[in-house]
């Protein structure tokens, strides 16, 4: 059992440790991933990966320390290594000892046929999606990423949380030269991937080709489908929502908690249970994962605390932190949905542009909440309630929190987008009047 | 170490493989970080491990695993072979590799003090040092300061007959601080963002970028930032300063004459490029006083060493010369496209993942200026200094990057300072504009221990030899503020 195996590493540190407190993280994960291009397989990997990390504290004195070995003697060394630098370290007057934490069992998103697929499993799955594109005489770029991961955290107290899962993750661009659509999907189950659905609407999508050239700078009604408004929704999360960066005075609802900073027709939460998300209900403090109402109908209510941050703030953790990093963070961040379909979106657009996905977003200013980007894999026009077809791709600068004051609808349907620095969103599509773009490019 | 890869090229040969390799590589990191004079953060890690790689029926198969004994190394080589077999299925166009010499050596990077042997007490007296110097005002409400070291031996051997094992020392630092006042928040770094410089170098390094000198700097400016204006939106004249240009170089040229970007393998992440085949010798990447060059043979810069991922020797080309576009960073597999051998630019992040076609040193060669001459040639315009923010799209053609601060120039003087500066462009039209370089005198090499590219992620460190350049008529101030 590899539970069985990390807790024994577990367990092991523990027993050598003399210190106030310690807590250990060991993971195993086997992850494989097959890359195509030019409807070709050109990578293809399996790696095999252990990690132990160790944080020792002793009165007011804390370290970390982390290895992929092993093997006992290499983990008493990293032991004692690291308790002869912590106890030289100076006082962190700001140490804010941890919790005792509680238990977790077993909160698996884990599919046994996933489990136990091999690089002959993504290469079928791989191979009909080539043969699917090569109908049309379209090529395929993309990759297909099977991870499985078993995780525990285990304190001085003898708690411990434990999690495994299987994690599917499946990209594909079709192209026709520079007309490019996309096709991202996740699932905990290679069997839930059924490519021949999936991959009708991007394909047929390739057809909608007209060059309609450079849409002008400025103002625009926009569709982002889930894809554009899960990479916006998520750096929002990572700038705004931290506790550490609002105590610190660099989120944009510093000092706003309780007032109006979106429309309201934005509700944005913290949630690990909601069944479309794939995240631990624990964090590495051994705390509960608390479900947080961050915009209710667009007003700020509240952000994501560890131990640390909620004792300068003044109140509890929410079960946000990260192991190894003072920096608490939402993980399962969801939108809510509204009320129309995407169609219907489309059809009460009189002008405007139907987005698939960013490239390259980044933050401009962290405290303003200004952030860029550029288009990718298909912008459409739409005009008359209908997609024209393809315009070319532009770029965006935007302030997120006043773009916010001007989504027109959400789509009532939810989507899991996965990937991405600290996991995955769940957003459905937006409809947004006034989005800012900035520039255009020659493709 | 030289042992098991011995054994893993035996075992490679006994399954049938064409070609293979293995890395074995060994790290350990240090990270270390203050704030407002008191120790953040202070982590070590260790990873031990190695990759296989190995062609069968003219394709690709790789496992890697931090189990490093013979009969991991034998299940894995079996694995390798198997994923080589199942890609083949669907990989009509076989694997040719450019032909290499077979090598035996053994490599140390440049360093004089091993920061690893440097005490702890006297590491952490430094870094809470150069945080406090930066709290220097009230307003200061944030002062950060971090070290970085690495110590990284790889051995490579292949079943071509080479055997390479190389020792890595790579030092980083840098200084930081955010001014806050009436709801305005202002940063400053030095000496550069996101992690500063890094270089293959020892605690020497530390002592080089003499943080003393320049803490109280940043503080101040960072202060007189609050109350600056926000840059305006227009068209100016345009100085970037090193550390900044490093990164215009890194989006702008460097991403994009990656190969296997130009040929489709990056697509479906990081994205294609805008310099395809037809544009070699044909397109004018930039003026005619732009020189870039690919150089991995300067082995204090980052992006140094000897011999890349494939046992390729380390070697200089240029990819632009006198603004004509004229190369590109290749490895064995992708160099044949275009007729050629690799010029050695083909590495992994560590032992688990497979080796890319990776930026070494991507140079902007000096001109013939100084800084003051350049900026008494300029009637109106700005001189922007250290990066925040950067975007391009995924044919690294429209790119937008803001930087930490702009100083005004009129009438060829420097003036007051502005906050927030962006400035956007088109790759080739922006090196199109230059019209200056400055001298060897400002010239240096930077350090990006952070390059994302490939699928899982891997990080790469890379460097850019940069001074101070200036283009013509670029739009600044971009976004509604």
Redesign the interface.
Known sequence: MVRDRLEHFADLLIGYSDADYCRVNVSISENSLTRFANSQIHQNLEQEQFGIVLELVYGKKHGISSMNISDEEALKRMHDRLKTFVLSYPDDDTFVPYPEGGNFSNSSKWDDATGESGSSERAALVGTTINEAKKIDALVFGSLNVKKSFNIVANKYGNKGYNQNTYVDLQVIPAHGDNTTYLHQFSHALGDINILDSLAEPLSRLSLYKDHGEFPSGEQTVILEPNAAGDMMRFLNYMVFSGKAYNEKQSYISDKLGTQVTGSNIFFYDDQAHPLTMGAPFDPELTERKKLSLLEGGKAIEVAHDTKSASIAGTASTGHALFGHSMPICLNPVLQGGDVSRDEMIKGTENGLLITRFNYTNIVNRKKTMFTGMTRNGVYRVKDGKILGTANNMRFTINIMETLKKVAALENKQYFIGGGWFGGIVVPSMKIDGFNFTGTTAF | MKDLARFALDEIEVGGASYGDIRIVQRTDQNMSAKNG????????????FGVRVIVDG?????????LNKEKISQ?VK?AV???R??A?????KIKLSAVEKVESEYISPYLIDPFEIS??EK?EKL?SYSKLQMTDKRI??ANSSFSFRREVKTFASTEGSMIKQTFIQTGGAIGC?A?EN???AARSYPASFGGDFRNAGWEFIQELDFEKHAPRISEEAVLLLSAPQLPHGRKTLIIGESQLALQIHESVGHPTELDRV???????A?AS?VTLDKLYHLKYGSPIVNLTADATVHSALGGFQYDDEGVPAQSSYLVKDGLFVGYQTSRETAPVIGQVSNGCMRADGF???PLVRMTSINLLPGTHSLDQMISEVDDGYLFDVN????????R??F?F?CELAREIKNGKPGKIFR?P?Y?G?SPEFWGSCDAIASKEHYRFWGIPNCGKG??VQTARVSHGASFARFRDV?VG????
Do not use: C, M
């Open positions: 008191i120790l953040e953060s202070n982590s070590y890690s260790e990873s031990l491990g394709a690709w198969g790789f496992a890697s695993s931090g189990e894995l694995k198997g994923i080589a199942d890609s299925r669907y990989n009509s166009e702890e007490e952490i809470l409400i944030i955010f806050f709801g305005e928040l040929l489709g393998y990056e697509r479906s992440l994205g805008f688990s993942n497979i925040r923010s950067w975007s391009i799209d995924d044919k053609l429209n937008q803001g927030n962006t956007t088109i699928e899982p739009e971009v976004g509604k503020w």
